[in-house]
């Protein structure tokens, strides 16, 4: 029996950059661990679990635009929420802690700082890389792509930031939030999948 199989490897989360790799990391890591993977099925476990639909889960992501939070915040002070946006962290938080009964790869959402406050055990990886890098990846990502890559880079990754901010009350990217910071410029993502794994089969 491995000890994937056992279920000694720990739920990890990947929080990213936008363009850094972390759907790339996670689908490498899946396949050695022989655990699942999570990103876009979110959407469907949350729509299932808060009544919202799908689309309305896809267009408010795990992104905020500071004018969106804001505006929200102000106009919804007084509810339970401050806008849909809250209503569905609450129900990714819910679908989140359910798939982590079992080890398994979650990205993005807050999933580091959800399972930290659950006191579930986690392994946390931050991805990066550098604009320029990042900017080359998003034309890969969307061909079609019509904004300037590295300005479109720029604003999803200030989404984000907000994001993080909002909801787990601190910087995305900050070395102490998670347990390993990669530089996926300076290496490639099946290579780090190989260390990790590794790593992760064979700790204490």
């Not at 739920?11 to 990213?16: A, D, G, H, K, P």
């Not at 910087?171 to 998670?178: F, K, L, R, V």
Request: aromatic letters at 8%; one cysteine or more; glycine letters at 6%.
């Amino acid at each position: 029996m491995t000890r994937t199989e056992n279920g000694s490897v720990p739920v990890i989360t990947i929080s990213r950059e936008y363009g850094a790799g972390g759907r790339t990391l996670a689908k490498a890591l899946s396949r050695k661990l022989d655990i699942p993977w999570y990103d876009k099925d979110f959407v469907k476990i949350t729509a299932q679990k808060s009544g919202y639909s799908e689309n309305e889960i896809n267009e408010e992501g795990e992104e905020i635009s500071a004018i969106s939070r804001t505006l929200n915040s102000i106009l919804n002070s007084a509810a339970p929420y401050t806008s849909s946006h809250d209503a569905i962290f609450e129900a990714q938080k819910k679908a989140m802690l359910d798939l982590a009964q079992k080890p398994c790869i979650l990205v993005g959402r807050c999933g580091n700082v959800i399972l930290r406050e659950a006191k579930v055990d986690s392994f946390d990886i931050f991805l990066y890389a550098s604009p320029e890098i990042r900017a080359e990846r998003a034309l890969k990502i969307d061909p079609g792509l019509r904004e300037d890559p590295r300005k479109y880079v720029e604003k999803r990754d200030a989404y984000r930031r907000n994001y993080y901010k909002a909801y787990a009350k601190s910087q995305m990217g900050q070395a102490q939030n998670y347990n390993i910071c990669v530089d996926t410029g300076r290496i490639d993502c099946e290579i780090l999948s190989d260390y990790l794994a590794d790593f992760l089969l064979n700790r204490q």
